[in-house]
């Protein structure tokens, strides 16, 4: 892919890195990778090939067979699988091995301690891939969609990632920097010949060369951020009710497993238990509570605490009422108390239990609790669940029948991009406003380079070290 703007590039760092990059616990192979300018020689250290071979030999990205030995004991650790990249054409731009062992734990750490004993220290969280970054292969938004295609819930977060990891909001960026850039030129020229400047700066032509090729564009991101928010991070949804009206089993029916505890003894879901639902792409976490009520009991009434902090955070509340029974008093002290505490949620009233109460009207409660849309559903026998979901999706994405774009196709800035862009746009709007009230061209020029300077923030071009370090934090070791 083409990366038309330079990134800074930091010389490739002298040390050489080495961690697991597969999940802890068995499995079938585990991998290792070795990353810096030492990276073949350890390799060479601890390698028997099948075949001798020399390490200048190793040919490059080709998969040597052979035995990991310990070089101290001369004893076999484990036969593998490994293969040499060397700089510039590899993930970090270094020289990098990696070597597939058997996935076990004990094993991994051996060939980790053998490779730290021999010259290369452990990475960081994200090291990998920071070195890309700062080696010129990655722009930061790539490295950013790294992480973001490892944690995505739902395939349209998946395809999300991938775009970006494409570049595509990279090139989005760049294509707004390079008009920035020539509209400074302009500027410029307009300073240096300050007797020729009315000749120079159109106004009218910069004034519309900026809102439709810079400020419109900048709006248009910051508004997907918030849409890309709903694939990328999800949503919180908090189940409500009073006890057995079949919260667990709600929980466990959008789960199609029996994670939480389903019992009919009132008040057993003691805590709050929290998982991910894909709704429509949306990846949803649902909290099951023990229902918020006065309780003198002390293990329930922690659970009702979090309940209610959880209430606070959620957008979205499904208050289930029992079809088999006509509001109780309950029913609705438990709903006043939630719309009491509810400032900006979206509530839908789930009826549960139409099996066993199939002619009971929904209205009787819909219009006792104002109206709020309902949908009736089985818990228990998976009925009404597809049109809940349907509800849940239009609720938090308006009205409209989805979000009305591709996940795989859009451009996306997250909540970091979407910082920049706001700051980037800010400064956008004082040029515009500058050149309708004909400042200065020097100050024209302060506010574009403003512009820009956010924008490079998001690439990485400008961004601070302390940014990048809580950037590479949030990766796991080994990537
Ligand atoms: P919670 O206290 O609100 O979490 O309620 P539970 O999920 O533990 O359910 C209480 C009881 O109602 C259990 O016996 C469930 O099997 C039963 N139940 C839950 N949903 C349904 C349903 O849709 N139909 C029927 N017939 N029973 C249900």
Not at 394 to 419: C, E, M, Q, Y
Request: aromatic share 4%.
């Amino acid at each position: 892919m083409n990366l038309s703007k330079q990134i800074p590039s930091a010389s490739s760092s002298e040390e050489t890195i080495a961690a697991i990059a597969t999940p802890p616990g068995p499995g079938g192979i585990g991998v290792i990778r070795i990353s810096g300018p030492l990276s073949l020689h350890i390799f060479q250290k601890l390698f028997l090939p099948r075949h001798k071979t020399k390490p200048q030999d190793y040919e490059n990205r080709r998969m040597n067979y052979g035995w990991i030995v310990n070089p101290e004991s001369g004893s076999p650790v484990d036969e593998v699988l490994a293969v040499v990249m060397r700089a510039p054409n590899t993930y970090t731009r270094e020289d990098v091995v990696e070597i597939q062992c058997h996935g076990s734990y004990l094993v991994l750490q051996e060939i980790l301690s053998i490779i730290t004993a021999s010259g290369a220290r452990l990475a960081q969280p994200g090291e990998f891939t920071k070195r890309a970054f700062l080696n010129g292969r990655l722009d930061l938004t790539q490295a950013e969609a790294v992480v973001d295609l490892i944690e995505a819930k739902t395939d349209e977060g998946r395809s999300m990632a991938v775009g970006q990891l494409q570049g595509r909001l990279h090139e989005k960026i760049s294509s707004i920097q390079d008009k920035l850039v020539a509209m400074r030129a302009i500027i410029e020229v307009a300073i240096d010949f300050p007797e020729d400047e009315t000749d120079i700066l159109d106004h009218a032509a910069l004034t519309h060369q900026l809102k439709e090729e810079v400020k419109n564009p900048l709006i248009e991101l910051i508004a997907r951020a918030d849409e890309g928010k709903i694939y990328r991070e999800g949503i919180s949804a908090v189940i409500l009710g009073r006890p057995n009206v079949g919260k667990s089993s709600l929980l466990n029916t959008l789960l199609e497993e029996d994670r939480a505890l389903v019992t009919p003894v009132p008040g057993t879901t003691r805590d709050t238990i929290e998982e991910f639902v894909n709704i429509k792409g949306m990846p949803v976490r649902i909290v099951d509570t023990a229902g918020i009520r006065h309780t003198t009991e002390t293990v329930e009434e922690m659970g009702i605490q979090r309940a209610r902090a959880k209430l606070a955070d959620a957008e979205l509340v499904l208050f289930m009422l029992d079809a088999t029974e006509p509001m109780t008093e309950e029913d609705q002290a438990l709903y006043n108390s939630v719309m009491e505490n509810s400032k900006k949620q979206k509530v839908l009233l789930v009826l549960n239990k139409i099996d066993i109460a199939p002619g009971t009207s929904p209205e009787q409660y819909s219009t006792a609790l104002g109206d709020e849309p309902l949908v009736s559903v089985s818990a228990k026998e998976h009925t009404g669940i597809l049109e809940l979901k349907d509800k849940v999706f239009s609720l938090i994405t308006g009205s409209r029948k989805g979000l009305g774009w591709d996940p795989g196709a859009a451009v996306v800035p997250n909540v970091r991009h979407k910082d920049a862009l706001k700051k980037g746009l800010e400064a956008c709007l004082r040029v515009e406003k500058g050149l309708e009230t004909d400042v200065s061209p020097d100050l024209l020029a302060i506010d574009l380079q403003s512009t820009l300077g956010h924008l490079g923030d998001i690439v990485g071009e400008t961004t601070t070290e302390d940014v990048l370090d809580m950037i590479f934090e949030t990766f796991c070791i080994g990537k």
